[in-house]
Nanobody
Framework: QVQLIESGGGLVQTGGSLRLSCAASGRTFSRYTLGWFRQAPGKEREFVAAIRWSGGSAYYADSVKGRFTISRDNAKNTVYLQMNSLKPEDTAVYYC????????????????WGQGTQVTVSS
């Protein structure tokens, strides 16, 4: 089973940028689809972005398209989320997720989840 550890969260002003990282264990990392979800206080978890094992195909929630970019480095067993033009509504705990079978926006039944990293965007 894959183990995931996120880092890179913090406090940033509106319009600022952050880059989240998610380091994974496991020899088959390159075969996993990797994704990011987030959960704000009092709200349900929501899909942010995912990238397929080949690295060439990524998909995003409409709310972050054009502002966030997901990427992966299979040599480093790491997936990244570059977040630009941040808004207060992006404030949430961000979770990394992984699955060999792909990631749907519903996020059900995924093989691995990280512990989360807090992102706070001040207005």
């Amino acid at each position: 089973q894959v183990q995931l550890i996120e880092s890179g969260g913090g406090l940033v002003q509106t319009g600022g940028s952050l880059r989240l990282s998610c380091a994974a264990s496991g020899r088959t990392f390159s075969r996993y689809t990797l994704g990011w979800f987030r959960q704000a206080p009092g709200k349900e978890r929501e899909f942010v972005a995912a990238i397929r094992w080949s690295g060439g195909s990524a998909y995003y929630a409409d709310s972050v398209k054009g502002r966030f970019t997901i990427s992966r480095d299979n040599a480093k067993n790491t997936v990244y989320l570059q977040m630009n033009s941040l808004k207060p509504e992006d404030t949430a705990v961000y979770y990394c997720a992984a699955d060999l079978g792909g990631i749907s926006p519903a996020g059900h039944g995924l093989e691995g989840w990280g512990q989360g990293t807090q992102v706070t965007v001040s207005s």
